[in-house]
């Protein structure tokens, strides 16, 4: 097989995994319906957080293998990667947390520094991710590489498969139609920005009866959240939502009382039972591999995703 690959997608997956196969020696193009500041990436509050997603060995393997690589990007000043340490908190008894050991030094926090209402929370430091930065940086760092970006409409990947032996798959939501997955379901969200003040530390409560709630301080600016309406394709901004964000919000950071809202966007997280990632023989010759399903965790399996990939890419060149 020839090292020419077609990446289709180009949000934070497909890139990911254009860049890792560029950087190992294929020659890449990247073909995307719309740019990835308009995708769902670029929506995303983006803190590293397994959310909406299956929790078993090889989506932690690739947790963790994502985990790594952010750190090392938080050395990069361009690259819009922050370490933050911020809090989890529970108000009922709190779920399995595999992947906490991960994360260094831990703290559980004691009963005088919950807030009210909660009854157990830790303390410990993720990645954030600040998309509007982070999105630009893996471009220019993969057509810095080599690689290209197209603009095509496809109905199917019957295009891209006649042009390149190698096509990875990173659809998102697109799948329903290029491949006729109807197991994708819509999760749409709904977030805030509002000026940072002086916050410098996240604050999440994933199981909040009105919606997963989370203050997410970037460079400039936190972002609020959130919803997780399944099922919900409307691109609709909805204005009670938006409130109860910000009422949650300011209840678990109360210093953003009062903070001007500077943005608000709604994407479409692509819900799926389980991730697929699994490389496909096409009857003609070539290969598919794909990449989609990630929920509300595209950011936090990016990498690990995207190595993943690169290993059945090589496989089905050795075969």
Same mark, same amino acid.
């Given at each position: 097989?020839? !090292?020419? =690959?077609?990446?289709?997608?180009?949000?934070?997956? %497909? /890139? @990911?995994?254009?860049?890792?196969?560029?950087?190992?020696?294929?020659?890449?193009?990247?073909?995307?319906?719309?740019?990835?500041?308009?995708?769902?990436?670029?929506?995303?509050?983006?803190?590293?957080?397994?959310?909406?997603?299956?929790?078993?060995?090889?989506?932690? !393997?690739? =947790?963790?293998?994502?985990?790594?690589?952010?750190? %090392? /990007? @938080?050395?990069?000043?361009?690259?819009?990667?922050?370490?933050?340490?911020?809090?989890?908190?529970?108000?009922?008894?709190?779920?399995?947390?595999?992947?906490?050991?991960?994360?260094?030094?831990?703290?559980?926090?004691?009963?005088g520094e919950l807030p009210s209402g909660y009854t157990s929370g830790w303390e410990f430091e993720l990645p954030v991710i600040e998309m509007p930065v982070y999105l630009p940086y893996l471009r220019r760092r993969f057509e810095g590489a080599g690689g290209v970006l197209v603009q095509k409409n496809l109905t199917d990947l019957g295009p891209a498969c006649a042009q390149a032996p190698l096509v990875v798959h990173c659809s998102g939501l697109g799948a329903r139609d290029l491949v006729g997955d109807r197991s994708m379901v819509p999760i749409r969200g709904q977030v805030l920005w509002v000026e940072r003040r002086q916050v410098e530390r996240f604050v999440l409560d994933?199981?909040?009866?009105?919606?997963?709630?989370?203050?997410?301080?970037?460079?400039?600016?936190?972002?609020?959240?959130?919803?997780?309406?399944?099922?919900?394709?409307?691109?609709?901004?909805?204005?009670?939502?938006?409130?109860?964000?910000?009422?949650?919000?300011?209840?678990?950071?109360?210093?953003?009382?009062?903070?001007?809202?500077?943005?608000?966007?709604?994407?479409?997280?692509?819900?799926?039972?389980?991730?697929r990632l699994e490389r496909e023989d096409r009857p003609g010759g070539g290969t598919v591999i794909h990449n989609y399903g990630h929920g509300g965790a595209g950011v936090t399996l990016s990498w690990g995703c995207a190595g993943e990939v690169l290993r059945l890419a090589r496989a089905a060149l050795a075969s």
């Open positions: 097989m020839k !090292r020419d =690959a077609i990446v289709v997608g180009s949000g934070v997956s %497909g /890139l @990911s995994c254009a860049l890792a196969l560029q950087e190992a020696g294929y020659r890449v193009q990247v073909w995307f319906e719309q740019s990835a500041e308009q995708s769902t990436s670029a929506v995303a509050a983006a803190i590293w957080y397994p959310y909406k997603v299956e929790q078993d060995e090889r989506v932690m !393997r690739w =947790a963790f293998d994502s985990l790594q690589v952010f750190r %090392g /990007l @938080s050395d990069e000043p361009k690259s819009g990667v922050l370490l933050r340490r911020g809090l989890e908190l529970f108000a009922a008894p709190e779920p399995s947390t595999p992947w906490r050991r991960w994360l260094g030094r831990v703290r559980e926090l004691p009963a994933d199981f909040n009866p009105s919606g997963p709630t989370y203050v997410v301080p970037r460079g400039n600016d936190c972002v609020l959240g959130g919803t997780a309406d399944e099922g919900a394709s409307e691109m609709i901004y909805d204005s009670a939502a938006a409130q109860s964000i910000l009422e949650r919000c300011v209840r678990l950071s109360p210093g953003l009382a009062g903070a001007r809202i500077t943005g608000q966007r709604v994407g479409l997280r692509p819900g799926r039972s389980s991730v």
